[in-house]
């Protein structure tokens, strides 16, 4: 099956600056990759996902990018804010199978003012 | 707010006891998914339905527990002869299925489980 391996454990940035959280998976058939964040106490939230036939995808301070050759993808914020702390879990999905994403352990990260 | 409910928020319960926990899918997703997580683990699959058919279920799903989404809707997890280790947030999840943004999964808010 597949296997999400997921870092760091904890991102602890000063505001303003840029956060980067790297997965890797193990299954090439996987094809789609969402990242969520989940707030303390709150469910996951879908904030950007990304396709295996796209190699890089942005929504504002936000950008996901693939490397299939070396199976791994990356969150990067831009600028970033208090209100980004949160714990962000990446995800590997095969579609063309029962679509059961297999989920990183979690990053929590820390934007201090 | 994604559209994905949950019932009960929370549960606090003494071992041994039956628990039965409520997942209302956004209503046109015909996908729809339980986890478990643990403090400072991503969402464990546990089990999917499409429509009101169960097709996968994890190793992790032990005998005691069992779901059913009887007409493709809502759809109930089952937790019998509950024991300490069953403590956990219980997650569903809906999607429409298919392919590109449709295979997102909308999260509802969990039931938190205490037993005790």
């Known amino acids: 099956g597949e296997n999400v391996e997921q870092h760091p454990s904890t991102l602890s940035v000063q505001e303003g600056d840029s956060a980067v959280i790297k997965c890797t998976y193990s299954?090439?058939?996987?094809?789609?990759f969402p990242w969520y964040k989940q707030e303390l106490g709150k469910r996951p939230q879908l904030i950007i996902d990304?396709?295996?036939?796209?190699g890089e995808k942005k929504d504002q301070r936000i950008a996901v990018t693939l490397n299939k050759t070396a199976k791994h993808f990356s969150l990067h914020i831009t600028e970033t804010q208090p209100e980004d702390s949160a714990v962000y879990f990446c995800a590997a999905n095969w579609s063309g199978g029962s679509y059961i994403p297999t989920f990183g352990r979690g990053t929590s990260l820390i934007v201090h003012p | 707010d994604t559209g994905v409910s949950q019932d009960p928020r929370h549960k606090i319960t003494k071992r041994g006891q039956n628990v039965t926990f409520r997942c209302d899918p956004i209503s046109e997703h015909n996908r729809l998914y339980w986890y478990r997580q643990t403090l400072g683990q991503g969402p464990e699959f546990l089990t999917y339905f499409q429509n009101e058919a169960q097709l996968e279920k994890s190793r992790l799903l032990s005998d005691r527990f069992s779901a059913e989404r009887p007409k493709g809707s809502f759809s109930t997890l089952e937790i019998q002869r509950t024991e300490q280790g069953d403590s956990a947030m219980y997650l569903c999840?809906?999607?429409?299925?298919?392919?590109?943004?449709?295979?997102?999964?909308?999260f509802g808010p969990g039931t938190r489980l205490l037993v005790l």
């Open positions: 990304i396709r295996s036939n796209v």
């Open positions: 999840a809906s999607s429409s299925g298919g392919r590109g943004s449709k295979e997102t999964q909308y």
């Open positions: 299954d090439s058939a996987s094809n789609y």
